[in-house]
């Protein structure tokens, strides 16, 4: 076994990285074009006239990032309660059919019960928040020890309740600037490196500190660079970090990293980053994946105009992205079928063990 496992250290499987590819984004792309067109024909929000062309995009967004929230819900709880169906594509077909409605109903309640377009991303970013806060950077730790459906009645529960707290406070909101962080930290596994030894739900804190000092790095950063605005201070005035720019270029930014973060390192099983030895393997590969977000935005904002008729219509196809490179590896385990290791890893996916 060890023989075998010490072959795999730093794979170029080009085959995989390619299916996956192909798989996350053809289907953003496809999805992205029937969702747009969906949306502006029967919106969800209350929009009429102009302001459907205004505002398709949000529908877009709130949409398809909360079909993800219920995915990768389902994802952390094993499943449940589609878990019985024993075929992986059977039951992740179910799985994106089912996280599609409630996502379609999740957006719909907020202008039906809620608070209207401008509870869209406090509830976004908050349910966000306490999905990567107890499940991916917690490990379940309030309810590991559950069978599957109780971790679904108790998480909806907890959730529920302090979203409601949040929201319903002077905080507002828990802005999700840290998600893009999330992301190439769990996929690189350099957030595991960093944390390796430490128990729950200490690792959670840590994880989600460093994430907001990582925010807070690329705030002073992007002002420098003129994309973002520290006088600024939406939603709520507990946050003083500020917002981005009248031009939107770090937004998109930020949504083409949700689209890239954690598809590309996964299909890719962080060829060739592997071949260097943590945490510098690990940091080298964030770094790389943040700079080519830049890149790519960059590139697409000049398709405004020849290809997307407008800003709002580019960022619905940059955040699809989010959705598709969640579920195809978490939900179909594109990416995700064969173990490797890193090097000076021990154990495939695991940094526990050492020193």
């Not at 877009?60 to 094993?78: E, K």
């Not at 905080?171 to 893009?180: L, M, N, Q, T």
């Not at 998109?252 to 260097?276: D, E, G, K, Q, R």
């Not at 890149?295 to 955040?319: C, D, H, N, R, W």
Request: with cysteine; proline share 5%; net charge neutral.
């Amino acid at each position: 076994m060890t023989a075998t496992i010490s072959q795999s250290v730093a794979p170029l499987r080009v085959s995989e990285a390619v299916r996956g590819f192909l798989w996350i984004y053809g289907l953003s792309i496809v999805s992205c074009f029937l969702v747009n067109h969906w949306v502006i024909a029967n919106p969800i929000g209350p929009w009429t006239g102009e302001d459907i062309e205004k505002s398709f995009w949000l529908d877009n967004v709130s949409w398809q990032i909360f079909s993800a929230w219920w995915a990768c819900f389902f994802v952390v709880c094993s499943f449940w309660p589609f878990n019985f169906i024993e075929n992986k594509n059977i039951r992740g077909t179910t799985v994106v059919i089912a996280s599609w409605i409630l996502g379609w109903w999740s957006a719909k309640l907020i202008f039906l019960i809620g608070p209207g377009a401008d509870g869209i991303f406090p509830l976004v970013g908050t349910t966000w928040f306490l999905l990567a806060f107890f499940c991916f950077a917690g490990g379940n730790f309030l309810v590991s020890k559950f069978p599957p459906h109780r971790q679904v009645y108790i998480y909806l529960l907890l959730f529920t309740g302090l979203t409601f707290l949040i929201t319903h406070s002077a905080v507002k909101w828990v802005p999700a600037w840290w998600f893009p962080f999330l992301l190439v930290g769990l996929s690189t596994g350099t957030l595991t490196f960093l944390t390796r030894g430490l128990g729950q739900p200490a690792r959670a804190i840590v994880i989600m500190a460093i994430l907001f000092a990582a925010a807070c790095l690329c705030f002073q950063i992007s002002a420098l660079a003129g994309f973002w605005d520290f006088s600024k201070s939406p939603i709520s005035s507990f946050w003083t970090m500020g917002h981005f720019t009248d031009d939107s270029f770090w937004l998109l930014c930020f949504m083409t990293a949700t689209s890239i973060n954690y598809a590309m390192p996964i299909i890719t099983h962080n060829w060739p980053f592997t071949m260097i030895s943590m945490p510098l393997g690990g940091l080298l590969a964030c770094l790389t994946y943040l700079v080519l977000d830049v890149i790519v935005a960059g590139l697409l904002v000049k398709l405004v105009g020849p290809v997307f008729s407008s800003m709002q219509e580019l960022l619905t196809y940059a955040y699809m992205g989010v959705n598709w490179s969640l579920v195809i590896p978490l939900v179909f385990g594109i990416g995700l079928q064969q173990p490797y290791l890193w090097k000076g890893q021990k154990t495939p996916g695991e940094w526990d063990d050492v020193a």
